[in-house]
């Protein structure tokens, strides 16, 4: 991870709102995240990665969290990338057996 990202997760000028963005996602908290998304747009970077190799939709299937995983998916999560494993968002749903999020992100890869 470089500098800059690890600056980026702890909140600067450019994404002041992150910190709290991923401690909304952590938290699985749908109704702060919404609320982050909504009225910080652009002051947040959905796609980031953790320190972990991990964006929020990556965390957010692996927790298993549908609403959060549509709420993502909703604001622009690029369900394409993959993490520092080259494993995509649907392989780490498949992986945990999270079958109706595997299902949305066939979904939503279609429409693409």
């Known amino acids: 991870m470089n500098a800059v990202s690890r600056a980026e997760m702890q909140g600067t000028p450019q994404y002041p709102y992150q910190r709290d963005f991923q401690e909304a996602v952590k938290n699985g908290d749908t109704n702060v995240l919404q609320q982050i998304l909504e009225k910080r747009e652009g002051k947040v970077n959905i796609n980031l990665f953790d320190t972990e190799g991990q964006t929020a939709l ?7 969290n549908l609403e959060l995983v549509k709420l993502l998916v909703k604001f622009g999560a690029d369900v394409r990338l993959a ?6 968002a649907l392989h780490i749903a498949a992986y945990g057996g999270h079958q109706e999020i595997e299902s949305y992100l066939i979904h939503v890869n279609s429409r693409d």
């Open 58 to 64: 990556h965390q957010s299937c692996l927790n298993g």
């Open 83 to 88: 993490n520092r494993d080259g494993w995509s």
